[in-house]
């Protein structure tokens, strides 16, 4: 790749609209969900590939899931996507918040 085609890539990839968000860990053979709040939903999915792939995991629960089940078995799932201008004061506080209602809605546990 050009240094012009890479900074131009670079230039958008930084202008990029980020928004944070909840997400959902589903394991279907095992009936268990698992939520958690990320601060780019757009990278969260391979973050948490990876770490299923890897089972970096520090949930014994969700780490012996992983074990009996294999990472495959896991399904993703956005739930709610927050407006991106929030201030970082007010995203945190709206994820913690969001992510304890999308807890109990589910009868989930927390990553």
Not at 13 to 29: M, N, Q, S, T, W
Not at 83 to 93: G, K, S, V
Not at 100 to 111: D, N
């Amino acid at each position: 790749m050009d240094k012009k085609l890479r900074r131009e890539a670079l230039t958008e990839y930084r202008e990029r609209k980020v928004y944070p968000g909840i997400f959902a860990l589903h394991c279907d053979p095992a009936g268990q969900i698992w939520v958690g709040k990320a601060p780019d939903l757009a990278t969260i999915e391979n973050r948490m590939r990876f770490m299923l792939s890897s089972g970096s995991v520090a949930q014994p629960e969700f780490k012996s899931a992983i074990e009996a089940y294999g990472p495959d078995v896991f399904r993703f799932e956005e739930l709610e996507r927050l407006e991106p201008d929030l201030t970082p004061m007010a995203r945190d506080t709206e994820l913690k918040s969001r992510l304890a209602h999308w807890a109990e809605k589910l009868g989930a546990r927390t990553i």
